[in-house]
């Protein structure tokens, strides 16, 4: 059974930062391509930002870069975010997903990722 588990979201003023990370157990543990998307009030879901432990190489969607950080500990097999310079309009509940082992691209569609987390969710107060 695969798993992922985020944790980390919470209420921030405008301004703050928030840590948000994800552990994924099961047979992903492998799985080179991490994830982070949102889904704000009304809103569709939308891709945040992903990394490759296969070639390191990372995306951000243009509404978060130089402001968002992902992060990738495979020894820990878990991925995190780190959030500065939040604004309200970051308010979403944000989620963690994977791609399959055998897929090493970063992609931004949500359709290329199988496996998802609950979703933690993150305020940020004007």
């Known amino acids: 059974q695969v798993q992922l588990i985020e944790s980390g979201g919470g209420l921030v003023q405008a301004g703050g930062s928030l840590r948000l990370s994800c552990v994924a157990s099961?047979?992903?543990?492998?799985?080179?391509?991490m994830g982070w998307f949102r889904q704000g009030p009304g809103k569709e879901r939308e891709f945040v930002a992903a990394?490759?432990?296969?070639?390191?190489?990372?995306d951000y969607a243009d509404s978060v870069k130089d402001r968002y950080t992902i992060a990738r500990d495979n020894a820990e097999n878990t991925v995190s975010l780190l959030m500065d310079s939040l604004k309200p309009e970051d308010t979403a509940v944000y989620y963690c997903?994977?791609?399959?082992?055998?897929?090493?691209?970063?992609?931004?569609?949500?359709?290329?990722?199988?496996?998802w987390g609950q979703g933690t969710q993150v305020t940020v107060s004007s």
């Open positions: 997903a994977v791609r399959l082992p055998s897929r090493t691209i970063v992609t931004r569609r949500a359709s290329d990722y199988v496996y």
């Open positions: 099961g047979r992903t543990e492998s799985s080179p391509v």
């Open positions: 990394i490759s432990s296969y070639d390191g190489r990372a």
